[in-house]
Every structure is written in structure tokens, then in C-alpha cells.
Nanobody
């Protein structure tokens, strides 16, 4: 089975940076894309960024464009999310995701979830 494990979360001041990583230990050809979602308390899980394994095509939520960069290392089955210029509104649990579509930009497209890693941005 697909097993996604995130790392890299933590506490950072506004304007700082964090780098999240996700290791996919069981990727198959049915898993064509990976991505990141986030969820704050009392709110819906929302899309952040996604990348396709085959081409490295990317898509970002408008709220993070220009600040976050998603990348993948196909040989290692890992996906990273470099988060710069962090804002308090970025505070959430960040979840790695994997799915069959070309890009996983909505919750309904996700087949597998990681356990989540907390990102807290202080003012």
C-alpha cells in the first residue's frame, strides 16, 4: 500500500521559511501525482500545491504562489514543499497527498493521505 510520511513542520516567525518533505514508500503507476493540503482548526482541508510524477508539472493555490515551491525526486519517491515568506495565515496542519489524477488539487482527487505535520507561524 501507499504510505506517506511527512517531516519538516515546526514553529517559525512571520517572514521565515520551512521545508516540508514527504516520502512515498509504496507508489505505484496508479499514483500519478502528489501534493500538499493544509487544514486549520475548524476549517476545511484546502489545496496548497501539487506536482505530477511524469512531467513535474505543478499547480499552486493562489494564496501561496510566489512563496511556496513544490518539487519532486522521482528516484527517491519524495516530494518537497519549500515555504518562504510565511504568514500567520499559513498556520495549519499540512498533509501530504497522493492520487491518480494528473494533479491532485481537490480533496476528492486524493487517494492517500499522510499523517500531517504542524506548521505554526507566529506574528
Amino acid at each position: 500500500q501507499v504510505h506517506l510520511v511527512e517531516s519538516g513542520g515546526g514553529l517559525v516567525q512571520a517572514g521565515g521559511s520551512l521545508r516540508l518533505s514527504c516520502a512515498d514508500s509504496g507508489r505505484t503507476f496508479s499514483t500519478n501525482a502528489m501534493g500538499w493540503f493544509r487544514q486549520a482548526p475548524g476549517k476545511e482541508r484546502e489545496f496548497v500545491a501539487t506536482i505530477s510524477w511524469a512531467r513535474g508539472s505543478t499547480m499552486y493555490a493562489d494564496s501561496v504562489k510566489g512563496r511556496f515551491t513544490i518539487s519532486r525526486d522521482s528516484a527517491k519517491n519524495t516530494v518537497n514543499l519549500q515555504m518562504n515568506s510565511l504568514k500567520p495565515e499559513d498556520t495549519a496542519v499540512y498533509y501530504c497527498a497522493a492520487g491518480r489524477p494528473w494533479l491532485v488539487s481537490v480533496v476528492s482527487a486524493v487517494d492517500y493521505w499522510g499523517q500531517g505535520t504542524q506548521v505554526t507561524v507566529s506574528s
